[in-house]
């Protein structure tokens, strides 16, 4: 069984860039979480296959998600980072459950994302 792998992790200064990066599998969509310390796990955002994608308004403009199908790998790109995008993230896939919604049914282990001053 394929498995999820994140990777580009790791401690950033606040403002600055990081982009993760995770291995998929074929399912109809994928998405990116987080959980920072002591909080529950959080939605960041998804991709549909079709192309659409969308975004927790926290990280409008400053996170963007994309897929390599040829790389089979799924991208978070983050810019202007922020004390509080300190979390694992985690990469998810699932299928499609209609009105821009995503079914997860499987998940990475997780990066930790470092923001600091």
């Known amino acids: 069984q394929v498995q999820m792998v994140e990777s580009g992790g790791g401690s950033v200064e606040i403002g600055g860039s990081l982009r993760l990066s995770c291995v998929i599998v074929?399912?109809?969509?994928w998405g990116w979480f987080r959980q920072a310390s002591g909080k529950e796990r959080e939605w960041v955002g998804t991709?549909?296959?079709?192309?659409?994608?969308t975004y927790i308004d926290s990280v409008k403009g400053r996170f963007t998600i994309s897929r390599d199908n040829a790389k089979k790998t799924l991208y978070l790109e983050m810019n202007n980072l922020k004390p509080e995008d300190t979390a694992v993230y985690y990469c998810?896939?699932?299928?499609?459950?209609?009105?821009?919604?995503?079914?997860?049914?499987?998940w990475g282990q997780g990066t930790q994302v470092t923001v600091s001053s």
């Open positions: 991709k549909f296959s079709a192309g659409d994608t």
């Open positions: 998810a896939a699932g299928y499609y459950a209609g009105n821009m919604r995503c079914d997860f049914a499987k």
């Open positions: 074929p399912y109809t969509c």
